[in-house]
């Protein structure tokens, strides 16, 4: 595979609304918040790029999506999209867990490892998971979940210490006791297209690609419209 592969990226899991385009060694992206307006948005801003770069869908090399968790509608934006592409051109997917972009995005930002990732589910509950990161990689400490915040509280002790937080499940006032520890949080994070395509394009290179059928959405629970 080349080193500076053509690759998309989509991520729409949460409020923003996010797109990025790996051509000639760069990465180009842009991001809107725009709640519950996803559909209205994400063809235009990969048109925009793609045009930007003087390139066309038939260009790409593969594409990536966030897969979620995250809002039922915005995991489904992205992923149709990026399914409706891999068909039409014959393109292999990069599903990359939203949870890790955003703590691929948070250490990014603070160089702090691990990252607890914790998004606000709604209903009193958050999706979240634990990673640690470095320049080379990202692994899992602890796997993708769905819990009360009580619950998630509740395993800090057990967890790695020295943690970073990000993510807006930070902002439900039931996460707050967890700041008295003394880790830093960031609730005003949100995964984006960017973090999405540097995951991705790790992948790529070792040729590790889904094809249509094992390039799903990830909801952990049954879905709600939101």
Same mark, same amino acid.
């Given at each position: 595979?080349?080193?500076?592969?053509?690759?998309?990226?989509?991520?729409?899991s949460?409020?923003?609304?996010?797109?990025?385009?790996?051509?000639?060694?760069?990465?180009?992206?842009?991001?809107?918040a725009?709640?519950?307006?996803h559909?209205?948005?994400?063809?235009?801003?990969?048109?925009?790029?793609?045009?930007?770069?003087?390139?066309?869908?038939?260009?790409?090399?593969a594409?990536?999506?966030?897969?979620g968790?995250?809002?039922?509608?915005?995991?489904?934006?992205?992923?149709?999209?990026?399914?409706?592409?891999?068909?039409a051109?014959? !393109? /292999?997917? #990069? &599903?990359?867990?939203?949870?890790? *972009?955003?703590?691929?995005? @948070?250490?990014?930002?603070h $160089?702090?490892?691990?990252?607890?990732?914790?998004?606000?589910?709604?209903?009193?509950?958050?999706?979240?998971?634990?990673?640690?990161?470095?320049?080379?990689?990202?692994?899992?400490?602890?796997?993708?979940?769905?819990?009360p915040?009580?619950?998630?509280?509740?395993? !800090? /002790?057990? #967890? &790695?210490?020295?943690?970073?937080? *990000?993510?807006?499940?930070? @902002?439900?006032?039931e996460? $707050?006791?967890?700041?008295?520890?003394?880790?830093?949080?960031?609730?005003?994070?949100?995964?984006?297209?960017r973090?999405?395509?540097?995951?991705?394009?790790?992948?790529?290179?070792?040729?590790?690609?889904?094809?249509?059928?094992?390039?799903?959405?990830?909801?952990?629970?049954?879905?709600?419209?939101?």
């Amino acid at each position: 595979m080349k080193d500076a592969p053509v690759v998309l990226a989509l991520e729409t899991s949460t409020e923003n609304c996010s797109a990025a385009l790996a051509a000639g060694g760069k990465i180009e992206a842009h991001t809107l918040a725009v709640p519950r307006e996803h559909t209205r948005h994400i063809l235009g801003q990969v048109d925009e790029l793609l045009g930007k770069a003087g390139l066309t869908a038939a260009d790409l090399e593969a594409v990536a999506f966030g897969r979620g968790p995250g809002t039922f509608t915005g995991v489904r934006v992205a992923t149709a999209l990026a399914q409706g592409l891999a068909v039409a051109h014959g !393109l /292999p997917l #990069l &599903p990359v867990s939203s949870l890790a *972009a955003l703590a691929w995005k @948070a250490w990014g930002k603070h $160089q702090v490892s691990p990252v607890l990732a914790a998004m606000d589910a709604r209903l009193e509950e958050v999706y979240w998971a634990m990673f640690e990161v470095s320049p080379e990689d990202l692994s899992i400490l602890h796997p993708e979940s769905l819990s009360p915040p009580a619950e998630l509280l509740a395993q !800090l /002790p057990s #967890l &790695p210490g020295g943690w970073q937080g *990000a993510g807006s499940g930070w @902002a439900l006032p039931e996460m $707050q006791p967890a700041t008295e520890t003394g880790a830093g949080v960031e609730p005003g994070l949100r995964p984006d297209a960017r973090a999405v395509l540097e995951l991705a394009l790790r992948d790529f290179r070792v040729g590790r690609v889904a094809d249509f059928e094992r390039a799903q959405p990830t909801y952990l629970r049954h879905p709600v419209r939101s």
